[in-house]
């Protein structure tokens, strides 16, 4: 069923397909509410939340139907997920849940995550945003699993910082909370430090405020997609016999897609410029002579 009744701690999952996001949910309500697929084939349809049972009755997780690495998403699923959101209240985190096997974002989770920030255009989105690795086992020394999870967030931290420059044109250095947990272990098998790392996340959801409770009237989400678009312009501003100056602008544009599917750019910008000089090649001599 359906329902936020009692809801305290509202959790948005996000993720490739097969990376465990259904799984993930189960695990966190500690109920099979979600259908779980096995394979590459899309299992969760459409964005749809439950509350956990007993003392996680006041926790709700909404899953999304897994984004493909590349191609379009699909328009429906995102129509639906975007109607969906905007009828809930309460939401706390964005959870990017990635497949410890993962190197890189996938561009298709980068988009996500813009669509994401524009539907809760709030002044501190980034501080709601954080990644939950599945499968990451622990049947290993402490020290190797410490070196992989080093390893995981010296690689991802930077792919974050440089979409939050993308979305936003922020440059908070924010450090994401990570959490680690395997989704895999044999049942009746310790898995004490994913539970842990679950309790962890729920902890730090709980203090965050609601993401719709921050929302500025002014800030209404206006946009389904922005892409930024960049080009060269070269301007000549100096030219002489020896050689020509140029100044070489790198601009940029934003182009927006809204919700009804209208088109519009911003202005070209200019976001840099450096000068170049060229000399130019000596004049080759006509041959003639000239009788004195």
Same mark, same amino acid.
């Given at each position: 069923m359906n329902t936020q009744q009692g809801k305290e701690t509202s959790l948005l999952l996000i993720g490739g397909i097969g990376d465990g996001k259904s799984s993930l949910g189960n695990f966190i309500l500690e109920n099979n509410s979600?259908?779980?697929?096995? #394979?590459?084939?899309?299992?969760?349809?459409?964005?749809? !939340? =439950?509350? !956990? &049972?007993? $003392? +996680?009755?006041?926790?709700?997780?909404?899953?999304? @139907? !897994?984004?493909q690495e590349s191609g379009e998403m699909d328009e429906n699923k995102l129509n639906q997920m975007i109607d969906y959101l905007k009828e809930q209240e309460g939401t706390k985190a964005v959870i990017i849940v990635l497949n410890f096997n993962t190197e890189i974002l996938s561009e298709n989770i980068k988009r996500m995550v813009k669509l994401l920030c524009n539907i809760f255009p709030v002044d501190d989105f980034w501080?709601?945003?954080c990644i939950v690795w599945t499968n990451c086992s622990y049947n290993k020394s402490e020290n190797e699993v410490e070196e992989q999870i080093k390893t995981k967030k010296d690689k991802i931290n930077p792919e974050l910082l440089?979409?939050?420059?993308?979305?936003?044109r922020d440059e908070e250095d924010i450090? /994401? @909370?990570? /959490? /680690?947990? $395997?989704?895999?272990?044999?049942? #009746?098998? $310790?898995?004490? +430090?994913? *539970?842990n790392e679950i309790k962890n996340l729920l902890n730090w959801a709980y203090y965050l405020t609601p993401l719709d409770k921050k929302r500025s009237e002014k800030n209404t989400p206006k946009y389904k997609k922005v892409e930024p678009q960049e080009k060269e312009q070269t301007e000549i501003i100096e030219v002489n016999d020896d050689y020509i100056k140029l100044r070489i602008y790198r601009? *940029? &544009? *934003?182009? &927006?897609? #809204? /919700? $009804? #599917?209208?088109?519009?750019?911003?202005?070209? +910008?200019?976001?840099? =410029?450096?000068d170049k000089t060229e000399v130019k090649p000596p004049q080759k001599s006509s041959g003639k002579c000239v009788v004195m």
């Open positions: 979600f259908v779980v697929g096995y #394979g590459s084939e899309p299992t969760t349809q459409e964005t749809i !939340g =439950y509350n !956990g &049972r007993y $003392d +996680k009755s006041n926790v709700f997780v909404i899953d999304t @139907p !897994g984004i501080k709601h945003v440089n979409l939050i420059k993308e979305t936003t450090e /994401f @909370p990570m /959490f /680690f947990v $395997d989704l895999q272990s044999d049942e #009746g098998c $310790d898995n004490t +430090k994913s *539970e601009i *940029e &544009r *934003e182009k &927006r897609t #809204g /919700f $009804d #599917g209208e088109i519009t750019y911003t202005e070209w +910008k200019v976001i840099s =410029y450096q």
